[in-house]
């Protein structure tokens, strides 16, 4: 059996734990799904959860206070991950 993504919902332990902090991190409505559960992009990471803390802390530095308006940072993540091949 593949590996399986595990949304917020779902979660146990450490991974439950990290999908409570990055869900209390303040985020443009925008970036809320409907559904109230973590964002697509932060669910595609319980495959290693790990890695969740590093990726997000990183872009959290990143994206945080700076001469860039919200507008220009998510264009440069944007171009990021077009450049990675990446989905999102």
């Known amino acids: 059996m593949g590996l399986a993504i595990i949304g ?3 979660a146990t332990g450490a991974l439950k734990e990290i999908y409570d902090r990055m869900l209390a991190r303040p985020l ?7 559904h109230g559960g973590a964002p697509g992009i932060i669910t595609a ?3 290693d959860p790990a890695l969740i803390p590093k990726v997000f802390g990183c872009s959290s530095t990143l994206n945080g206070a700076g001469p860039l ?5 998510e264009l440069v993540n944007a171009t990021t991950s077009r450049l990675n091949q990446c989905l999102y």
């Open 8 to 10: 917020s919902a779902a």
């Open 28 to 34: 443009p409505p925008v970036y809320r799904p409907a």
């Open 45 to 47: 990471h319980s495959l």
């Open 69 to 73: 308006t919200w507008p220009e940072r």
